[in-house]
């Protein structure tokens, strides 16, 4: 009966913030205008199609609300740059002549679909597992804290601040808070914790050394917002860090754990069976885990070299230019997935099974 | 710098692992292969939904059959990944329809300015195949998971029954959903700073809804979406397969 009022709660709660942020116009202050008619007019290029649009929209907030409003728009059948307007699209606009004239359009209202798949995760992630679910959302909400709170300390000293030192510092700072919200206070995960942060140093410190020595070659070019970072070199190892942090976090809080299982069901269990059963775990995990960054992560390359090949560039060459930076990213997490499985293992070993001697 | 790193990987992944390693290596760089063939050939036009489905199940078969070997545990992981992957190519396809996501935004008219625009082709489809790909790796991981965790409670107390199978199932599923959502929380926001430093003066009413944050967050969702769904998909699956496994064995 108490679980059924929860997911009525649930149900109505959702609904009401899908129906929120259909509705949020007054929360913004750039005008927004929702699209009522298209008329279109095709034109054929020598390559594709493209459409000169006079868009026809009511503006929904501010001093001008329910003005009728008339805007051009240039649309093209691939839209690599263009924004592709339709019927009840709602955009932003910057008007000017007392809301009679639009100049130009800013860009598209997009909040509600993130917070409609954000109400599909929640709901889902409550119904399929409910404790554990909280305490992932809760973590997963300190997390985007603490992100946000380093990027606000970041960009306001970036002239002053190493990115890499604060970054290292925050990492250790999600490491402890993210295992320490999901598993309680334990032995469990006093020792994930230190395995994790040890084997983090260790990891990112042989994936720089090796960037150092070896890395003349890496051409940061195509970095993307290069313009606005001064310290690209660093900014390219923060983002090794953090890709492999969650899976090195992932790898110690499975080996301590299933250590911590062993230990309590056979408390005079050696330590040659732990280390060998450790290893029979982590087969199972190393596999699936570089998948997971391999796919997660390369499939970003993929607009970018597909444009580039598009306009006739040589595979190889587009590979390189726009892939390299990623796999060497993906490569280095790889190595750290597979370097934290012997650190975390001797090191819980050390801590769960060294106060029963 | 790539050969290097590989050479790395591929020594540890022989120390630690031995034959499993370097089948594990071979996999990775079959993968590796698989997505930039289908970048060939989506850019050669063809359709890039349709070969993104190929795709995730090519993936799918070498991380199962040819990583973890064809068994009963692989083979209920398959089914239940099939099943998930309707879902999300469902529910991808209308989010991307819908929320305008395609192409790039202003803030790469330096990595694309060279570029024509005009490539007759719908980018809607190439950024609802990126995120199909995406979302295959981490729907294959928790699905093994579940399944292997599965099949050793099954082999531990034979006389379980179906439902405190499916169960345990859960219950493990439960466990790995945190360290999933993490491990994919920070793949994918590690590449982000940069935006935020881009559009540091911006009010926030813009980030939210420009087009590069929508684009990776919905990716980010997306991850999560499956790597939940898939957990009592497989559970269930699962339970019925290897339950009935073991009463042909009794017989």
Known sequence: MKLRIKLILLFALSITSIIFVYNDYFLYSTPIVKITNIEEEKHDNIKEEYYNQIITGIIQ??????????????????????????????????????????????????????????????????????????????????????????????????????????YLLVAVLFIILSLYITNGKSKKTLSAIISSIISLLISFSLSFLIIKLFGKDISFWTMEYIEVIYDYENFFYVSILLCGLGAIMDISITISS???????????IKVPILIKSGKEICKDIVGTMNHVMLYTCYSSIIPIVFLAL????????AISFYGNLELITILTACISIVLAIPISLYISIYILKGGRK | MITILSMILFFLLLITGKSRGTKTFVTFFLSTFLIITYIILISLGMNAIILALIVCILASCISLFMLNGYNLKTLSSFISIMIVLVFITILTY?????????????????????????????MTKVIIGMYLICVIGTIIDTSI??????NEVLENNPKINEKELYKSGMNVGGDILSTTINTLFFA????????????????????????????????????????????????????????????????
């Open chain 1, 258 to 268: 299933a250590l911590n299982e062993l230990i309590e069901k056979n408390p005079k």
């Open chain 2, 94 to 122: 209308t989010i991307g329809k819908l929320s305008n996501i395609q192409g790039f935004s202003s803030d790469s008219v330096e990595t694309i300015g060279a570029f024509s625009y005009l490539i007759n082709y719908d």
């Open chain 2, 188 to 251: 994918i926001i590690s590449s982000f700073i940069g935006f935020f430093m881009w559009h540091r003066n911006s009010p926030i009413e813009n980030i939210i809804n420009h087009k590069v944050f929508t684009q990776t967050v919905i990716e980010l969702l997306l991850s999560f979406i499956a790597s939940i769904l898939i957990i009592p998909i497989t559970s269930y699956i699962s339970s019925k397969i290897l339950y009935k496994k073991d009463l042909i064995k009794d017989e």
């Open chain 1, 61 to 166: 907030n501010g001093k001008y609300k329910d003005n009728v409003i008339e805007i051009k728009n240039k649309t093209s059948k691939s839209g690599v740059y263009d924004e592709q307007i339709h019927k009840n699209t709602e955009i932003f606009v910057e008007l000017s002549n007392n809301g009679t004239i639009a100049n130009s359009i800013i860009g598209i209202k997009r909040d509600k679909y993130i917070v409609i798949l954000l109400v599909i995760f929640i709901d889902l992630i409550l119904t399929v597992s409910n404790k554990k679910g909280i305490k992932s959302l809760l973590s997963l909400l300190v997390n985007i804290i603490i992100s946000i709170i380093s990027i606000i300390i970041f960009k306001n000293n970036y002239k002053s601040i190493n990115i890499l030192i604060l």
């Open chain 2, 145 to 150: 998971s579940v399944s292997s965790s599965m």
């Open chain 1, 310 to 317: 598009r306009n006739g560039m040589i595979i190889a060459n």
